[in-house]
């Protein structure tokens, strides 16, 4: 069964740092695009970090400078490390990956993990 899963939210502070992992796994050939997306309370999902497989890198402007996307395509892991945290990047992040699997290319969500900056 394919699947990504995330990890490493939590509750910062202010100005604090985290960083969110996301692994997938299952009978996987082929690995595109891999992102992380949020949702705040009340808000639509919206994208934060893309990195294609070549290696591009898209970025929500407001995230632009305090956060960096990274993927490691050995381990099928895409990482986000989120620096200088604001109470207003508080949401749901949620993993998401283009993956081929037996059954052909399709978008695969992670069950989301919370992050809340607050003081």
């Known amino acids: 069964q394919v699947q990504v899963v995330e990890s490493g939210g939590g509750l910062v502070h202010p100005g604090g740092s985290l960083r969110l992992s996301c692994a997938a796994s299952?009978?996987?050939?082929?690995?595109?695009?891999m992102g992380w997306y949020r949702q705040g309370s009340g808000t639509e999902r919206e994208l934060v970090a893309k990195v294609a497989s070549g290696g591009s890198k898209t970025y929500l402007n407001s995230v632009m400078g305090r956060f960096t996307i990274s993927r490691d395509n050995a381990k099928k892991m895409v990482y986000l490390q989120m620096n200088s945290l604001k109470p207003e990047d508080t949401a749901v992040y949620f993993c998401?990956?283009?993956?081929?699997?037996?059954?052909?290319?399709?978008?695969?969500w992670g069950q989301g993990t919370q992050v809340t900056v607050s003081s």
């Open positions: 299952g009978s996987i050939f082929s690995i595109g695009d």
């Open positions: 998401n990956a283009d993956l081929q699997s037996i059954g052909g290319w399709r978008q695969y």
